[in-house]
Nanobody
Framework: QVQLVESGGGLVQAGGSLRLSCAVSGAIFSINDMRWYCQAPGKQRELVASITSGGRTNYADSVKGRFTISRDNAKNTVYLQMNSLKPEDTAVYYC???????????????WGRGTQVTVSS
């Protein structure tokens, strides 16, 4: 069974930093794109950052210059380094990945359960 497990969330003051991690476990063949989403109370889930298997990255305008997404393919893990945090970054952060469990299967999106990030002013 494939699982995505996030860690690294917590409470931090404005201007501070956090590093989120998301590890993929279970028997898999390959991981394609990996992404971080966030969902604030009363709002829709939105894409924060993405990274391809080759390392190409993309960011939401609101986090450009402050957040950095990276991945360790040997560890099947994606990271989100969050610097200069603002109160408006407060949300649950979810990891998402496109995974093939075996070569002949299609790419399937999997989600983690989320980790809370709270930024106090």
């Amino acid at each position: 069974q494939v699982q995505l497990v996030e860690s690294g969330g917590g409470l931090v003051q404005a201007g501070g930093s956090l590093r989120l991690s998301c590890a993929v476990s279970g028997a898999i063949f390959s991981i394609n794109d990996m992404r971080w989403y966030c969902q604030a109370p009363g709002k829709q889930r939105e894409l924060v950052a993405s990274i391809t298997s080759g390392g190409r990255t993309n960011y939401a305008d609101s986090v450009k210059g402050r957040f950095t997404i990276s991945r360790d393919n040997a560890k099947n893990t994606v990271y989100l380094q969050m610097n200069s945090l603002k109160p408006e970054d407060t949300a649950v952060y979810y990891c998402n990945a496109e995974i093939k469990r075996i070569l002949t299967m299609p790419w399937i999106e999997y989600w983690g359960r989320g980790t809370q990030v709270t930024v106090s002013s």
